[in-house]
């Protein structure tokens, strides 16, 4: 997304076990034509300020200017056109609970507006963000605004970072007795947390580590056919893979190897197998 100037800045220490990064995207001259990014689902949220004009998500308006990019399940497409700046603030996997105070199933998959929320001083926020005259002074802004939230906010459960980081060193590739195993918890309860504190259940956060670590593994694909990315993964046959594939990213497999790189010459003269 070099062409719309995106930036990251790490979060200040005491804000990093809940905020995976701030995000900016501003661009010197305005868009001409209408053009979209797919965001991939990993399971975090974002709180997303546009300084802008209005955006597109999956082909509707945003007409507010400040709304949340919630757990989504499924990749979704922004649209940006005109003048583009915009800033946001991504969470880490469960990190966001502390600080929009609502059990995060509820957000799960929308766009939910802010201004629906218990969200105290977000409009003032918006205006002090837009008057600043440098970014790390907006960046200084959303930290301030972070800090004083958790000093007030929800107290998140201990079991859900270990949970986390279990899944995240291997553990979504075990059966969910199995990983139970590991946690001093029930699955009943695991579950209602993970819904309430992560927005999705562990069987559904497990199949998003999936398939994103299936889609990097496309991405640098370079002499090896898809079936073996599926089986790599741990997919019991090829349709399996493609079907759930499908059901997170909105494509095939082939399909985004395809939109990401040209298929080199000699895969195809070789018959090399690409769905």
Known sequence: MAYLGFQLFSPSQLLRPYIKSFWYLQRANPLPTLHKEFMHPSGGYSIVFNLGDKLLLDEQPIPEKIFLDGANTVSRKMGFSGYVEVLGIRFQVGGAYPFLGVPLNELRNQPTFLDALPQPGLQELQERIQEAKTLPARIALLEEWLLNRLRIGQEPSDIIPASLA???????????????????????????????????????????????????????????????????????????????????????????????FRIPQEYVKAGKSFK
């Open 166 to 260: 279990l899944l995240l060193q291997g553990g979504w590739q075990k059966p969910m007795p199995e990983l139970m195993q590991e946690l001093p918890i029930s699955q009943r309860q695991l579950e209602r947390l993970y819904q309430a504190q992560v927005g999705m259940s562990p069987k559904q956060f497990t199949k998003l580590l999936r398939v994103e670590k299936a889609r990097l593994a496309i991405k640098q694909l370079k002499d090896q056919s898809l079936t073996r990315v599926g089986t790599d993964l741990g997919y019991f046959d090829q349709s399996h893979f493609i079907r759930e594939f499908k059901s997170v990213i909105q494509m095939t497999p082939h399909e985004y190897l395809k939109r990401n």
